[in-house]
């Protein structure tokens, strides 16, 4: 399976490149990196600046259609990936758990979608999807339809729910950071975490 990391988000709501805000003195590119990198023989970091990003160990390229928000993100990871699978992650989640990472993997096969519940609905950047999806996601692109779950009715999906508890004491798993104040939020808990833990 290949891993992508979506990182084409304009980050308007907080006016920088958010893959390259700082948490605990680490940019997040680099926290996930660092967090997918040992579950994953192959990485993508699928960008609209890719120069930014040509120091990391990774493979970066831009989006294959530009324009396309992150189902064009989803899309060109895809196409790009080596492998039948690619867990698509956005940029902005630091508090990833390659635990429950590994267990996604580990329950994919046979689906062409994995993807995590909360209360919040779906995380469709935080999920798995299969080669199967790429002709579902060019005809939604071809209609201007940019809505991510609009195709996962006529994919074989696996929804997780109750699985993620275990993995989720917090209920941080999913966060992402969007604005200033949830900057403020992350950082916050990142020194909580590793006043008590390590990543």
């Given at each position: 399976m290949t891993a992508a990391i979506l990182a084409g988000g304009k980050g308007t709501r907080i006016g920088t490149n958010k893959a390259f805000l700082e948490i605990g003195g680490k940019p997040l590119i680099e926290i996930l990196l660092e967090k997918?990198?040992?579950?994953?023989?192959?990485?993508?970091?699928?960008?609209?600046?890719?120069?930014?990003?040509e120091y990391l160990n990774a493979k970066v390229s831009a989006d294959m259609i530009p324009g396309r928000g992150s189902l064009g993100g989803i899309y060109t990871a895809l196409r790009l990936a080596s492998?039948?699978?690619?867990?698509?992650l956005a940029c902005d989640m630091p508090f990833i758990e390659p635990g429950f990472?590994?267990?996604?993997?580990?329950?994919?096969?046979?689906?062409d979608i994995v993807i995590p519940k909360t209360a919040d609905g779906l995380e469709?950047?935080?999920?798995i999807y299969s080669?199967?999806?790429?002709?579902?996601?060019?005809?939604l692109m071809q209609a201007d339809d940019l809505k991510i779950i609009h195709f996962f009715s006529e994919m074989?999906?696996?929804?997780?729910?109750?699985?993620?508890?275990?993995?989720?004491?917090?209920?941080?798993?999913?966060?992402?950071?969007?604005?200033?104040?949830?900057?403020?939020?992350?950082?916050r808990h990142w020194q909580m975490l590793e006043g008590k833990a390590t990543f």
């Open positions: 997918v990198e040992g579950l994953f023989e192959e990485v993508h970091i699928i960008a609209n600046s890719p120069h930014l990003y492998f039948p699978q690619a867990f698509c990472i590994r267990y996604m993997m580990e329950v994919a096969a046979g689906y469709p950047l935080h999920a080669k199967a999806c790429i002709p579902h996601i060019e005809r074989r999906a696996r929804v997780l729910e109750e699985e993620i508890h275990p993995f989720d004491p917090h209920g941080m798993l999913f966060f992402n950071i969007n604005t200033p104040e949830d900057l403020k939020k992350a950082r």
